[in-house]
């Protein structure tokens, strides 16, 4: 594995009731990042939170923040999201046409944060390569956005090594369905960073279930 392998709660999976406890619990079991799913109601069919949930969860979280925007206008939301802290910023590529996508990527970059690109399960992967050379993350689709708890799509797991062959040398991230069964053929196709949200927040243990999930990454990878 050419990057440190991470693994990501989902916070779209806790008990938003109880959400510094949530991040303090996964923290505590060992998680790498953080990731926060936001929904507009447009981009996916369902709305989460905006800015404000994301600074209160940075002023409680000690590891990076990875925000996963599934918006139709990142270009409008993405400075409040860096002024929330986010650390890592990821857009989808099916919105990139409706503004200067790279001028963004260099924006978010030049704000002292990760520049990351999503895409859906049914966009090629072909759709990243104007981007390749400005991104620090790619996030990999293994479900079509919008809820937690789909069931894992394997077919794109085709997309990590043609990534690699169209010269990204980033990060690769993958968000859907990722537990136990599925996350060792992620690894083996080159993905290092996993998103879990079922996974790890329906676990009773859930330090047990974020080290087992980082044993199976590291023996598959
Ligand atoms: C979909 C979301 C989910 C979430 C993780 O828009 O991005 O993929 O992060 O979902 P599960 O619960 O499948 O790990
Ligand atoms: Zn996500």
Same mark, same amino acid.
């Given at each position: 594995m050419t990057h440190p392998l991470r693994i990501a709660p989902s916070l779209l999976a806790a008990d938003f009731g109880r959400l510094a406890d949530e991040v303090r619990s996964v923290e505590a079991g060992g998680a790498d990042w953080l990731h926060l799913d936001v929904m507009d109601g447009h981009f996916v069919p369902n709305l989460t939170f905006g800015p404000f949930v994301c600074a209160a969860i940075a002023k409680v979280a000690t590891r990076p923040l990875d925000v996963h925007l599934m918006i139709t206008d990142p270009w409008q939301y993405a400075d409040a999201f860096l002024d929330a802290g986010a650390n890592l910023l990821t857009f989808h590529v099916e919105v990139a046409e409706r503004g200067d996508a790279v001028a963004l990527l260099r924006h978010i $970059?030049? $704000?002292?944060a990760k520049a990351g690109l999503s895409l859906q399960p049914d966009t090629p992967v072909e759709a990243l390569r104007p981007f390749v050379g400005e991104l620090d993350l790619v996030l990999v689709m293994s479900v079509f956005a919008g809820f937690g708890g789909q069931k894992f799509l394997p077919d794109v797991l085709s997309k990590p090594p043609a990534l690699r062959r169209m010269g990204f040398a980033g990060e690769i991230s993958i968000d859907g369905g990722v537990g136990p069964r599925t996350i060792g053929a992620a690894a083996t196709a080159g993905v290092n960073a996993f998103v879990a949200g079922t996974a790890v927040f329906g676990a009773p243990d859930r330090a047990a279930r974020i080290a087992e999930l980082r044993a199976l990454a590291a023996a598959a990878s």
């Amino acid at each position: 594995m050419t990057h440190p392998l991470r693994i990501a709660p989902s916070l779209l999976a806790a008990d938003f009731g109880r959400l510094a406890d949530e991040v303090r619990s996964v923290e505590a079991g060992g998680a790498d990042w953080l990731h926060l799913d936001v929904m507009d109601g447009h981009f996916v069919p369902n709305l989460t939170f905006g800015p404000f949930v994301c600074a209160a969860i940075a002023k409680v979280a000690t590891r990076p923040l990875d925000v996963h925007l599934m918006i139709t206008d990142p270009w409008q939301y993405a400075d409040a999201f860096l002024d929330a802290g986010a650390n890592l910023l990821t857009f989808h590529v099916e919105v990139a046409e409706r503004g200067d996508a790279v001028a963004l990527l260099r924006h978010i $970059r030049a $704000r002292g944060a990760k520049a990351g690109l999503s895409l859906q399960p049914d966009t090629p992967v072909e759709a990243l390569r104007p981007f390749v050379g400005e991104l620090d993350l790619v996030l990999v689709m293994s479900v079509f956005a919008g809820f937690g708890g789909q069931k894992f799509l394997p077919d794109v797991l085709s997309k990590p090594p043609a990534l690699r062959r169209m010269g990204f040398a980033g990060e690769i991230s993958i968000d859907g369905g990722v537990g136990p069964r599925t996350i060792g053929a992620a690894a083996t196709a080159g993905v290092n960073a996993f998103v879990a949200g079922t996974a790890v927040f329906g676990a009773p243990d859930r330090a047990a279930r974020i080290a087992e999930l980082r044993a199976l990454a590291a023996a598959a990878s």
